[in-house]
């Protein structure tokens, strides 16, 4: 068992874990699962100890090192997907998890969408799962990640690929559009697909015959309506729980004395003050008001002016929730913290740790220390809580059901 893993050691919290335990004494086994791209390995982190890791898989030879560092190498291969074959992969898995890169499906991306060098990893990914099925041992779920911007790229054609895939092989899915801000203090909207296969029985109660307005936003709702009948009777709408109200804000994360950041001279804040437009000046001097410490984030944005010539813009923040991290791979910039004490505004970048706070990581993870190394592996992640509230939501109460099932047999 890895060092983290033996830190989150605690008493089964789900259903699944708590008859596991009662049948087993144990607190561990409710599953078996393969994590694609895994990066950081926040998948893992989110599924929890009593879920058994067979297997994951990255490309990224820094991130693997991480990922070795934090939960150990035995399942882990590191290279392209492409290489991958069902051989690697050993047993059974109840789960499959693919946070696919979301480079080409992006908004703000190449546009390439499927197709795409990146993105289109998706499909080496999926020859895996048909090759499993062809063999017996298909998972029983599948859990898709990626950027919103999947459910509109090239005119929502993308979306119905992937919604095709699952259904021509098997599976029934569930598309959801979850926001981290619901758990962590990170503006983080992203799209999950948890896909079922046709033969497992999905108790009713996860499922609803409409939409709601939490995880279902109007473009889901949009994607839906554009799909053939085929695709829309395989189509899920998963209830979910309202999530459990969380008062931690980025104030409750900053650090004061960070490693590896330094704060901004007095000239540097200023030119970043000179960036920002009336509105922005106008935040800076709202936060000035209140006489207290208002901690906020910004980030450098290319804009129009009002000549149409592009200009670089700070753009601040102070509702206490970050902005949404991103990789400065895409050409994205940093994210900077802005403190606002009084008349006195001190900036810096935010630091490596920060950000794996944002993303759900405990302090105790192992970043590595090279800044930019650790706020790529950060920012290229899936928000840790996101991916316990649907392990608690779905994925564990389908095991439970198929638990008994079986034990009905």
């Known amino acids: 068992m890895s060092r983290l893993e033996q830190n989150k050691q605690r008493e089964p919290h789900s259903p699944l874990g708590r008859e596991r335990h009662r049948q087993t004494g144990m607190d561990g086994d409710i599953g078996g699962f393969y994590e694609f791209f895994s990066g950081a390995g926040m998948a893992r982190a989110g599924l929890g100890s009593g879920w058994r890791c067979l297997f994951a898989n990255d490309i990224d030879r820094k991130k693997a090192a991480s990922y070795h560092r934090n939960w150990g190498g035995e399942n882990l291969v590191c290279g392209d ?35 795409g060098e990146r993105s289109g990893t998706f499909w080496p990914f999926w020859r895996l799962m048909l090759q499993l099925a062809r063999e017996s041992r298909a998972p029983s779920m599948i859990v898709l990640e990626n950027v919103c911007g999947a459910i ?15 259904r021509d092989g098997g599976y029934g899915f569930g598309p959801l559009v979850v ?31 409409l939409p709601d307005d939490i995880f279902h936003t109007r473009s889901l709702k949009a994607a839906f309506g554009r799909l053939p009948s085929d695709l829309k009777e395989a189509w899920i709408w998963w209830r979910l729980s309202a999530p459990p109200a969380h008062s931690i804000g980025f104030s409750d994360l900053f650090e004061d004395d960070p490693k590896g950041v330094a704060w901004h001279t007095t000239e540097q804040t200023q030119r970043l003050l000179d960036m920002m437009s009336e509105v922005n000046h106008a935040k800076v001097r709202s936060a000035q008001r209140t006489g207290r410490r208002v901690i906020g984030t910004a980030y450098k944005r290319t804009r129009r002016d009002e000549s149409g010539r592009r200009v670089q813009r700070a753009e601040v923040r102070f509702d206490n929730i970050a902005g949404c991290l991103r990789t400065p791979a895409g050409g ?43 706020y790529h592996l950060t920012g290229d992640g899936v928000v840790v809580p996101v991916v316990r509230f649907l392990a608690n939501e779905i994925c564990e109460p389908i095991l439970l059901e198929m638990m008994r099932a079986r034990e009905a047999a």
Not at 103 to 111: I, V, Y
Not at 152 to 165: L, N, Q
Not at 186 to 201: E, G, M, N, T, W
Request: aromatic letters at 6%; charged letters at 25%; one cysteine or more.
């Open 152 to 166: 509109t790229s090239h005119g929502g054609k993308d979306f119905e690929t992937i919604c095709r895939a699952l």
């Open 179 to 209: 926001n981290a801000a619901l758990f962590v203090p990170q503006s983080r909207p992203r799209l999950l697909i948890v896909a079922v296969k046709d033969d497992v029985i999905v108790p009713s109660a996860l499922t609803g015959e």
């Open 332 to 374: 994205s910039s940093r994210q900077l913290v802005i403190v606002v004490e009084g008349r006195k505004v001190r900036s810096r970048l935010i630091s490596s740790r920060e950000t794996a706070r944002l993303m759900g990581l405990p302090d105790e993870y192992v970043l590595p220390e090279n800044y930019n190394e650790a």
């Open 81 to 115: 997907v492409n290489d991958v074959t069902t051989g690697d992969l050993p047993g059974y898995a109840d789960l499959a998890w693919a946070s696919f890169p979301c480079q080409d499906l992006s908004l703000a991306g190449s546009g390439a969408g499927l197709k």
